[in-house]
Nanobody
Framework: HVQLVESGGGSVRAGGSLRLACAVSGYTHDTFCMGWYRQAPGKKREGVAALSIVEDRPYYADSVKGRFTISQDNAKNTIYLQMNKLKPEDTAMYIC??????????????????????WGQGTQVTVS
């Protein structure tokens, strides 16, 4: 069982920055995809970013490319999401997630596909 606990959300003005953290505990594997989703009121949950130790490049949704950076500190078992140049449309609940890659999928494909994942409780990000 995997447990995910987010921190770092808050309110910020447009153009500002925030860094989210996700503490990971329980059993994972190097192949696991780890990353972030977000969900705004009345909108579908969106896969924002994901990474895996065994993949060369992280996955980013088009809406955040060039502004958000996902990283991992293995010593601390923590996943980070650095969010720069924030926009009001980035306002959402940000939810940490983990999953084994789906069959023949990269982490990007896994993040774009509905299926079994472990979820955190989420942390609110509000951009005004």
């Amino acid at each position: 069982h995997v447990q995910l606990v987010e921190s770092g959300g808050g309110s910020v003005r447009a153009g500002g920055s925030l860094r989210l953290a996700c503490a990971v505990s329980g059993y994972t594997h190097d192949t696991f995809c780890m990353g972030w989703y977000r969900q705004a009121p009345g909108k579908k949950r969106e896969g924002v970013a994901a990474l895996s130790i065994v993949e060369d490049r992280p996955y980013y949704a088009d809406s955040v490319k060039g502004r958000f950076t996902i990283s991992q500190d293995n010593a601390k078992n923590t996943i980070y999401l650095q969010m720069n140049k924030l926009k009001p449309e980035d306002t959402a609940m940000y939810i940490c997630a983990a999953a084994r890659p789906y069959f023949l999928q990269t982490c990007g494909g896994t993040w774009r596909t509905s299926g079994d994942k472990y979820w955190g409780q989420g942390t609110q990000v509000t951009v005004s």
